[in-house]
């Protein structure tokens, strides 16, 4: 080693088409804000410098895809392009049967539907917004049974992702297996911070479900980041590939939901998967009434076949190394300049615990959705909130639920930034860290009545 501390990885890519970013002004920053309510999702996508609302559907295709695009098969039934995914989402993940929707929620919406009746339960390892309320509106009621370190944004623990069997098991005794339908699995967590769920961990919930005839539902739509995870921290799996490692964590599950607008490298698609002949039969008529016929399930033959390909570039070693990589050269960055983040950082995110970097704005002043808006106004870097915005009300009582975890989501989308991006992100979160004290709060206005983060709006207190 040289006089550098370290050698260094670059992006496993060169840029070959560039989207020009317009750069604003402040003035300009504040008035876009304050007409979007002061929530990120309400702002236009043009007057953002960099974007990390998602890395939901904002994802860059490789060649290969576009060039798969070109290919699309738009026949109505029967589509080459169905085959395909159908054939490498056996590969790569091992289920059986295939059902194509237009992505994530479309595949909640039919799983749920399918398998959960009125006054039943669903636990998971922490919620999701869009898988708990397709759970809530087919009348069942989520119970989180993630592990206690995952609402503590200090712990360290290596799998903060882990269901806590004994909460499991707790509530098999209090409600009885029959009203279990599944447990909903996700790989990451998206809430937590994006954190992994060990390898050991699932067979364990495999074991203990078995025994009570309940299935495993998984939330594959980062399961290859959870495979990186269980790759560098889980002692046996390190010599594993990524694909091997992937393959093996959902044999454990029974069926799969996925968004494949994130691992996928794709901008929209998802898909059901399932294992149990009857149940994907009725998936398979359920699609053609709320999606499309089951050879599309609501996307174009391009779409699909762009998502075939991404499925192969997804598990490629180079391509996820430096994806994870480049989330933790910001975090390392953050935590140099003491700003309060979630830690380990996870996946495809790294998330500022607004509640020590506001501690004088109180949870009903809206502190993560407060920061988000603070850093668009710093630099025009678009963040989102995941928080008590987020977590919505209780559908019994009516109150806001108040999270533990308070926080901004910095997402980067997969091949999009270069570390240069990253570091004026590091930077812009720092200027606002330097002038915290300043910042006030926020109260909200309008409300809608479901996922109400995407369009609620809020004025300055
Ligand atoms: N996640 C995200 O930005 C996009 C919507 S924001 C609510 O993180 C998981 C773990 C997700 C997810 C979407 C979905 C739904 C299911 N599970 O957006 O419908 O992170 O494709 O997927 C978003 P769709």
Same mark, same amino acid.
């Given at each position: ?27 300009? $920053? ?81 799983? +749920? ?80 911070g994006g954190q992994p769920i060990s390898m050991e961990n699932i067979r364990q919930v495999r074991a203990l479900t078995a025994k009570h005839n309940i299935k495993i539902i998984l939330d594959a739509t980062r399961a290859v980041e959870n495979a990186y995870f269980i790759k560098t921290r889980e002692k046996e799996y390190e010599k ?68 075939? $390909? ?25 935590? +140099? ?71 901004? $989501?910095?997402?980067?989308?997969? $091949? ?46």
């Amino acid at each position: 080693m040289g006089k550098l501390e370290r050698r260094s990885w670059a992006e496993p890519f060169k840029i070959k088409v560039v989207e020009p970013l317009k750069i604003t002004t402040r003035e300009e $920053r504040l008035k876009a804000i304050r007409e979007a309510g002061y929530n990120t999702f309400l702002l236009k996508s043009e007057d953002v410098y960099i974007d990390l609302l998602t890395d939901s559907g904002t994802n860059a295709m490789s060649d290969n895809q576009w060039a798969g695009m070109m290919l699309g098969d738009e026949a109505y039934a029967g589509s080459k392009n169905f085959y395909h995914l159908e054939e490498n989402v056996h590969k790569y993940y091992g289920y059986k049967y295939l059902v194509p929707t237009h992505q994530g929620r479309g595949a909640e919406h039919i799983i +749920s539907k399918l398998l959960i009746k009125p006054g039943d339960f669903v636990p998971g390892n922490m919620y999701f917004t869009t898988t708990r309320l397709h759970q809530e509106l087919a009348g069942g009621t989520f119970v989180d049974v993630i592990i206690d370190e995952a609402h503590d944004s200090q712990s360290l623990h290596p799998f903060k992702g882990n269901v806590d069997l004994q909460k499991l098991e707790s509530l098999i005794k209090k409600v009885g297996e029959k009203k279990i339908p599944y447990i909903a699995v996700a790989a990451t967590v998206n809430m937590a911070g994006g954190q992994p769920i060990s390898m050991e961990n699932i067979r364990q919930v495999r074991a203990l479900t078995a025994k009570h005839n309940i299935k495993i539902i998984l939330d594959a739509t980062r399961a290859v980041e959870n495979a990186y995870f269980i790759k560098t921290r889980e002692k046996e799996y390190e010599k594993k590939s990524i694909a091997e490692i992937l393959k093996e964590f959902c044999s454990y599950s029974d069926g799969a939901t996925m968004s494949g607008k994130k691992d996928l490298l794709v901008n929209i698609g998802g898909f059901l998967a399932l294992n149990d002949n009857d149940v994907f039969e009725e998936a398979r008529n359920m699609v053609v009434v709320y999606e499309g016929l089951h050879t599309y399930g609501g996307l174009a033959g391009r779409d699909m076949e762009a998502m075939a $390909r991404g499925l192969e570039e997804a598990v490629h070693e180079d391509h996820i190394r430096a994806r994870i990589g480049q989330i933790e050269y910001v975090g390392e960055k953050l935590l +140099s300049i003491g700003v309060p983040i979630v830690q380990p950082v996870g996946g495809h995110a790294i998330f500022l615990d607004a509640k020590r970097f506001l501690p004088h704005i109180p949870q009903i002043q809206f502190p993560a959705q407060t920061l988000a808006a603070e850093l668009y106004i710093d630099s025009g870097i678009r963040a989102m909130e995941r928080g008590i915005v987020s977590a919505g009300r209780s559908k019994e009582t009516g109150d806001h639920y108040y999270p533990k975890l308070e926080l901004v $989501r910095l997402t980067f989308p997969r $091949r999009v930034y270069t570390q240069a991006h990253c570091d004026v992100t590091a930077e812009s979160v720092e200027a606002v860290y330097e002038l915290r004290n300043k910042i006030t709060g926020l109260k909200m206005v309008y409300e809608p009545k479901y996922l109400r983060f995407f369009q609620a709006r809020f004025e300055k207190m």
